[in-house]
């Protein structure tokens, strides 16, 4: 079997907001209703980056969902580095507005939902979760899975660690709390090399969490402290701190459980994705800025299966036509320029069953 996924070709049409109309009708049929609390999750975008899902694009989900009777509110959570100007609630919400999501643009609230302090949430257990994985629960951010219905917006670009972004990772950490996002970020570890090494201190320096200390000429890491934000990799010079060499695999099957545990969160209730192929970036929105754009704008897709919409984002991507000065080529560019494989990410939220990759594709123009 396959599952159904909607796409609005911006080759064919022109009309995006009657195309975000077309593919809500088709997705959503009539599971929102009067009364209905329905939580439409994006990313707001760091301080610096101008690549974000527009929020007219959002403002025209909310008035959909306002159409039907329902009460929509924009929700984001907190990062859990502490560089930028989304760590807090407060700064998530100047962030916000800064970028343009602000209760009179959107005509709802904004609510960040792991409020008061990044952790306000509530534990599922993975089901099916691998022995090797240290991902076994996810903390879902609390307003999210208050919410009678989800709808997802996911901006497809670039990752560092996953390859590529989309539903499935704004499943496992944008929907998640910072005690979760460590525990995924935890996975792909953090190596100290000490041979490169050249004892300046700098890394102890930029730990927001008193995670490192000099003892000696070197740094040394209290695991308990440390969030895994990566913040003492990128300020080391020296590559003296890296990943573990299968870092980025384990990674991504720490994010697919995070997803599961989500995805277990909302059941019993519509959850909607809406993929937004355009501006694709080599980098996430946590990037000020993502990068140059890798391809050419492709179009939305709507689908209820968050794999089977990643899966086929990523078909695409590697179909459209790439901006010059690229050398990536299919399959999995997105993967290829971050230096690892998409797919894991994808394959393993399929094996934990939340998930086909798949899919079929109904194509139309919003009418």
């Not at 440390?226 to 695999?249: V, W």
Request: proline share 4%.
């Amino acid at each position: 079997m396959s599952s159904e996924v909607h796409f609005f070709d911006l080759g064919k049409w022109r009309n995006v907001l009657e195309g975000i109309d077309g593919l809500l009708k088709t997705t959503v049929g009539s599971d929102i209703g009067l009364g209905d609390r329905v939580a439409i999750k994006v990313h707001f975008g760091e301080r610096g980056n101008y690549t974000y899902i527009r929020p007219v694009f959002v403002r025209r989900v909310v008035d959909f969902v306002k159409g039907r009777g329902g009460l929509p509110f924009v929700t984001d959570t907190t990062t859990l580095y502490p560089e930028g100007f989304r760590t807090t609630v407060k700064d998530e919400l100047e962030t916000a507005r800064y970028n343009g999501f602000s209760e009179e643009g959107l005509g709802c609230p904004v609510v960040i939902a792991d409020e008061p302090d990044g952790y306000g949430g509530l534990e599922f257990r993975v089901d099916g979760a691998a022995e090797d994985c240290r991902v076994k629960t996810t903390k879902v951010a609390k307003h999210i899975v208050e919410a009678d219905a989800v709808i997802v917006l996911s901006h497809v670009k670039g990752h560092l660690l996953s390859g590529m972004g989309g539903a499935i990772k704004h499943l496992g950490m944008g929907c998640t709390t910072k005690d979760s996002k460590r525990e995924q970020h935890a996975a792909h570890g953090l190596l100290f090399n000490y041979e490169k090494c050249k004892g300046c201190g700098e890394c102890v320096e930029a730990c927001k969490f008193s995670a490192l200390e000099m003892q000696g000429e070197r740094p040394a890491r209290d695991e308990e402290k440390c969030m895994y934000c990566n913040t003492c990799m990128f300020t080391c010079d020296n590559k003296a701190i890296t990943l573990y060499e299968d870092g980025k695999d384990r990674f991504q099957e720490a994010l697919a459980h995070a997803a599961a545990g989500a995805v277990k969160a909302l059941s019993g209730r519509p959850v909607i994705y809406l993929n937004f192929i355009l501006d694709v970036t080599p980098l996430c929105d946590c990037a000020a800025p993502a990068g140059r754009l890798i391809t050419q704008n492709v179009g939305i897709l709507a689908s209820r299966d968050p794999v089977a919409i990643d899966r086929a984002s990523l078909d695409l991507v590697d179909k459209a036509a790439i901006m010059p000065g690229w050398e990536a080529t299919p399959p999995d560019i997105l993967g290829k320029i971050n230096r690892t494989r998409s797919t894991i990410h994808i394959e393993a939220a399929e094996r934990l069953g939340i998930g086909r990759s798949a899919y079929t594709i109904f194509e139309g123009n919003g009418e």
